[in-house]
């Protein structure tokens, strides 16, 4: 089956920059696009970001927008999530995720993705 493993997680100060990875353990023939979410303590789980599988295509919510980039290394099978300008804010548990969704306004949606990965901890200090 396919897994995805994240990593690049870890503690940093407000104003700080985190580059994430998710690897797959192989190539997601089915997969159209590949997403990153984020999930606070007693909260829900949130879009960050996706990409369609020839990375031109990606979309991101207000919250990142101009902070943080996608983009994917398909000979490597890896997505990156690079961010700058971290905020307390941004403290969570980063998952990515593959989808075989087409239609890219449903990107956001997690149902939408078929396979997850168990995540990596982002914490930024204020």
């Known amino acids: 089956q396919v897994q995805l493993v994240e990593s690049g997680g870890g503690l940093v100060q407000a104003g700080g920059s985190l580059r994430l990875s998710c690897a797959a353990s192989?190539?997601?023939?089915?997969?159209?696009?590949m997403g990153w979410f984020r999930q606070a303590p007693g909260k829900e789980r949130e879009f960050v970001s996706a990409i369609n599988w020839n990375g031109d295509i990606t979309t991101y919510p207000d919250s990142v927008k101009g902070r943080f980039i996608i983009s994917r290394d398909n000979a490597k099978n890896t997505v990156y999530l690079q961010m700058y300008s971290l905020k307390p804010e941004d403290t969570a548990v980063y998952f990515c995720a593959a989808s075989s969704e087409r239609w890219a306004a449903l990107w956001l949606i997690p149902t939408k993705y078929d396979y997850w990965g168990q995540g990596t901890q982002v914490t930024v200090s204020s």
């Open positions: 192989e190539r997601t023939f089915s997969s159209v696009a």
